[in-house]
């Protein structure tokens, strides 16, 4: 076999997740023109590794690609809420439903102490840590169910909700709703019941969906 070099990590892949990050924490937010070209300045390089970058973005839906007006950081509308939701409640139910099925002893311990995390956030207020914690818990369904396509399609879709200016965990009482039905959720898995763990992983991605929606509207109505 001949030996061959292995390339280090693209420039441009390194330059798609500095943009993530701007576009995650809303310091590009949703609407905004890319200036490519005060980017590649910023980041010392030259727009060809920027626009690679920006391709790599527009396919996950996080820019979009606009002819002979630029680039610009999607916005989601919430119609793309409602549909969005209405998948990841079909996906992330199928997945607590293989968990319920598949989850061994050491499974569920593992879920019981990210939970326990839930718990103690919740307990302190915490909203970051809550909200960190619950990726957690979902992660782990996710790796439990050992269904790496079932995963990617998850993960694809959270990323695409991450442009939201919202945040279902600053409603009032949805840190308490979703720790509840957090609960319901791991005494399901716990019971290896698979139909409610579905159901009630559904319902908990519907809840979040509503939240969300009555923070909207709140704030249209203040604006």
């Known amino acids: 076999m001949i030996a061959t070099r292995i390339a280090p990590l693209a420039l441009y ?8 990050q701007l576009i995650f924490s809303h310091e590009l937010p949703p609407g905004t023109w890319v200036d490519e070209q005060a980017l590649a300045d910023n980041y010392g390089i030259s727009r060809t590794p ?3 970058a920006l391709k790599v973005l527009a396919s996950e839906g996080l820019v979009t690609l606009k002819p002979r007006r630029g680039c610009y950081v999607t916005e989601i509308s ?19 439903q293989t968990t319920a099925h ?25 909203i970051n840590g809550f909200f960190e914690a619950n990726q957690a818990f979902h992660l ?9 396509w079932l995963q990617h399609a998850i993960e694809d879709l959270r990323r695409v909700i991450k442009l939201s200016r919202h945040h279902s965990l600053f409603g009032e009482g949805r840190l308490e709703q979703s720790l509840a039905e957090h609960r319901e959720i791991l005494a399901a898995l716990t019971a ?5 763990a579905e159901r009630l992983m559904r319902a ?7 939240a969300l929606g009555r923070i909207a509207k709140a704030r249209n109505k203040v604006a």
């Open 13 to 20: 892949q390194e330059v798609a997740e500095r943009l993530r």
């Open 50 to 52: 920027l626009r690679e």
């Open 78 to 96: 919430e119609r793309d809420l409602d549909e969005i939701f209405t998948v990841m409640a079909l996906l992330e139910g199928q997945c607590a």
């Open 102 to 126: 598949k989850a061994t002893d050491a499974d569920l311990d593992r879920l019981r102490t990210i939970h326990a995390g839930l718990e103690k956030a919740a307990a302190a207020e915490d």
């Open 140 to 148: 782990a369904l996710q790796e439990i169910a050992d269904n790496r």
């Open 192 to 196: 290896r019941n698979a139909d409610d």
């Open 204 to 210: 908990h991605i519907s809840s979040g969906r509503a």
